[in-house]
């Protein structure tokens, strides 16, 4: 063990099982460890460097903004918070936008949000939130009772109440609990991340915003790591043909510092009032600066990118030796091995490939504009081991 491992294992508490790999620094999708050692990037970490490490037009305007105020709190205005809130609204036709820090964060708000038009629409009795089972929807008390999956409440009850979960894909199953539980809210993700990397279907989602839409319930959609371009769209809600009344966004948008918004539509835009929320760190100048040049370059040409290299990796693994199934959506992409997928990632390490787990599965998040020549090598390296890794 290096004495930097020593030290994390004594200092920091134990929630990582880390791999041991000592990351020092990088550039675009190419990671360089304590040794020398050169990774070829496929996690981005977690879905958040969506542009790569060290991004020079990123790293330009967060220098610069750090050089004229790095935090002024929301006591006051500052332009890259309006600006980015501006943006954002323009490319998704929301109205608001609230900023917090984390994925967690953003869905908390939206379902405060959620809950507090439907008491006021329909009286205070009205607070259940419908999700669905195998989401994912962050790690304080109030999203793992929002997430639907068993194992992460095990350990930390009792559990915020208000929350039932209902199966993904089942409409008919997810109309009769919202109406009897007299829902303030629908929530899911379009794409399940932690839950496997599972794509919702097309006729469920677009069935369940039209009943919301009809029963006046707020649908809320988690963009936390399918947004900022992760699917082939800005937001993967917009491959679904739909438009939600609550988005929350984090990850990607920050470019690798800390920051989440939730977006609110026409019907939920004027809910929160002065005093009803509040961020101390949420809309940071510096933040909202990265974010500006991350959000402004998610275009037309880079979307079309990430659908072409998309294709390119479904293809590769689709019917390959020692692979069950492929799922996800663009970036977003979960590879069913054979064998243990924990096993054959860990064999990827060394042989210069990072890339994650969901489950089962073998998980791909790599920044947006990865050369094709390095997604085909680590392809190709996880292919093989896939072959080669079969119990």
Known sequence: MSELQSLDKTYVANTYARFPVELVSGK???????????????????????????DDIWKSAVVEQLGKLQHASNLYYTEPCAELAKMLCEKTGMKKVFFGNSGAEANECCVKVARKYSAEKKGPACHTIVTLENSFHGRTLTMLAATGQEHYHELFQPLTPGFVHTPANDFEALKKLALGVNAAGIMMECVQGEGGVIALDQDFVRKTADFAKENDIPLIIDEVQTGNGRTGALYAYMNYGIQPDVVSTAKGIGGGLPLAACLMGEKVQYVLGAGDHGSTFGGNPVACAGALTILSRIDDELLAEVRAKSEYVFKAFENADGVESVSGMGLMIGIKPVGPAGKIVKAAIDKGVLALTAKDRIRLLPALNIPMDQLEKAVTILKNLCAEIKD
């Open 28 to 54: 675009g999708s190419v990671l360089t460890d304590s040794n020398g050692k050169n990774y070829i990037d496929l996690g981005s970490g977690i879905a958040v460097n969506v542009f790569g490490a060290a």
